[in-house]
């Protein structure tokens, strides 16, 4: 069964850090592409970050550049995402997304991914 499964959302204050976890099973997420997405409520789905699991590279939205890291480990079939320096605006429901092909120009389009994450839930409040 093809699955993608994250974890490690939760209430933070701000300024804080969470680590989001998204486990791939039952393909390998080796030359995908790979991005978090996020959902705040009343607020259309917007992409965060996106890397192409090809060269590595990676493409932050401009709100989260230089808090937010994404990251894979190959040897776990998992990706991560590192947010440090949360603000209270980073509250959303966040998703993995991977698609098949990491060439694509358009990796911050929810169309270029075929399979989604069920969501983790992140909150930053005092």
């Known amino acids: 069964q093809l699955q993608l499964v994250e974890s490690g959302g939760g209430l933070v204050q701000p300024g804080g850090s969470l680590r989001l976890s998204c486990a791939a099973s039952?393909?390998?997420?080796?030359?995908?592409?790979i991005a978090w997405f996020r959902q705040a409520p009343g607020k259309e789905r917007e992409a965060v970050s996106c890397?192409?699991?090809?060269?590595?590279?990676?493409n932050y939205a401009d709100s989260v550049k230089g808090r937010f890291t994404t990251s894979i480990d190959n040897a776990k079939n998992t990706v991560y995402l590192q947010m440090n320096s949360l603000k209270p605006e980073d509250t959303a429901v966040y998703y993995c997304a991977v698609g098949p092909n990491p060439f694509t120009l358009r990796c911050f389009e929810a169309g270029s991914y075929n399979y989604w994450g069920q969501g983790t839930q992140v909150t930053v409040s005092s």
């Open positions: 890397i192409r699991n090809s060269r590595g590279t990676t």
């Open positions: 039952g393909f390998t997420l080796n030359y995908k592409l």
